[in-house]
């Protein structure tokens, strides 16, 4: 629908600590906002961090951090200023009017990748959805050319306020017309879903970039697409899966990602059926994440959300590779670090006492997969056979 980002533009990225979040937790979400902004298209080559209480009213940080951002931005070419917080329509305009360069907040950031990465017509239609939603209380912030129709006094009816009050009209009618259609393809969906038959369900979820689409094409041997950036999966991807003489289906779906704007949240409710409708859940955790934590608490907030938190779920640790990059020699003494723990030592290490089951993979280069197989046979057949008992001859 419309596009926040245009390919190569340069970025400044801004961020804030507070009671919050810590000097330290800042440095890490302006390295997912930077992630954010590349995967857009845009290049973030400078970063602003000021330390508030609370976010000013009228331009969110203060007016002295706006005026160096403003004094920075005359000197060097760059096309945009990037917040890794929510604005209001006015904190966003006030700011684009102080600091004379393009502002959008992690919102429109997120929304913009969302609808570049959209394919079906399903999704398509979720992210024009979230779109419209966000930009109805913004629409005259961002009809900048009705400036100058207003002129004077006296002009609150005149041709521009005409404009937006019909914009409105025309969003508001799109919103519901968009609400609809998505009603009739949750319909078709749903018995879809039905239509499936009685097989136990298993639905991948995980923070976005997990691995997770990697993982689903090694179970299913099929080719969903996967690549190193974020949300680079959108649809519900569903396929049936047979370890031993079990079948089952498995899912692979959006991924989760800390302050994931309400809009999108709302609009891929739906998308998320697939898991709220599951047996099982494969938590997949990116190890080698520094804030691999945080992520684990972001994806869990957001099943409690989708009423999916207290499903049985395994916890499996994948990027095994890149958490341990160093192997350690045989004559090597001293103590081993993350760097070149074993498998051995990763499963007796406190991130396994997270969850029983739990296991440490490397999607990528295929380590300890057969666990993984294993483990999910096991748990497949413990869900197959307390709901269907008269099958048992299966095993």
């Known amino acids: 629908m419309f596009g926040a980002i245009r390919f190569g533009e340069k970025a400044v990225l801004v961020g804030v600590i507070n009671r919050e979040q810590s000097a330290v937790q800042v440095q890490e979400y302006l390295d997912e906002l930077a992630f954010l902004a590349h995967t857009a298209g845009a290049e973030p080559v400078k970063r602003f961090v000021q330390k508030i209480e609370k976010p000013d009213p009228r331009t969110f940080i203060g007016s002295g951090k706006v005026k160096e951002i403003k004094a920075f931005c005359e000197k060097e070419p760059y096309d945009m200023v990037i917040f890794d917080d929510e604005l209001s329509p006015s904190q966003q305009r006030n700011i684009e009017k102080e600091i004379g360069k393009k502002v959008i907040d992690r919102n429109l950031l997120i929304l913009d990748i969302f609808a ?25 912030g961002l009809w900048t050319h009705l400036e100058r129709q207003r002129g004077g006094t006296g002009t609150r009816g005149g041709a521009g306020e005409k404009e937006i009050e019909t914009d409105r009209r025309m969003i508001r009618n799109r919103i519901s017309s968009l609400r609809e259609e998505l009603k009739d393809i949750d ?9 499936r038959g009685e097989l136990i369900r298993v639905a991948l979820v995980g923070y976005t970039n997990v691995g997770k689409s990697t993982l689903m094409n090694l ?3 099929s080719t969903v697409f996967a690549e190193n950036k974020l949300f680079a999966t959108l649809d519900t991807t569903v396929r049936k899966v047979v370890l031993g003489n079990l079948p089952f289906l498995l899912s692979d779906t959006v991924g989760f990602i800390r302050k994931l704007p309400h809009q999108l949240i709302e609009s891929f409710k739906s998308t998320l059926d697939e898991v709220r409708e599951s ?26 959300d989708i009423g999916a938190f207290n499903k049985p779920f395994i916890l499996v640790f994948n990027k095994i590779d890149a958490y341990r990059f160093e192997k350690k020699d045989e004559d090597d003494l001293s103590p081993a670090t993350r760097k070149n723990l074993t498998l051995d030592q990763l499963k007796s290490s406190w991130m396994s006492r997270l969850n029983d089951p739990c296991i440490f993979i490397s999607a990528t280069n295929r380590e300890n997969i057969e666990e993984l197989r294993n483990t999910v046979y096991e748990q497949v057949k413990a869900l197959h056979v307390k709901r269907y008992p008269y099958n048992k001859f299966l095993y």
């Open 279 to 304: 047996d099982l859940l494969l938590h997949v955790v990116d190890i080698s994440h520094p804030n691999f934590e945080d992520h684990i608490r972001v994806v869990n907030e957001t099943l409690a």
């Open 219 to 221: 179970l299913s041997k």
């Open 187 to 195: 319909r078709q969906m749903a018995t879809q879903r039905k239509n």
């Open 116 to 140: 570049g990465r959209a394919l079906t017509a399903y999704a398509k239609a979720q992210v024009e959805l979230a779109q419209y939603q966000y930009l109805l209380p913004r629409l005259t």
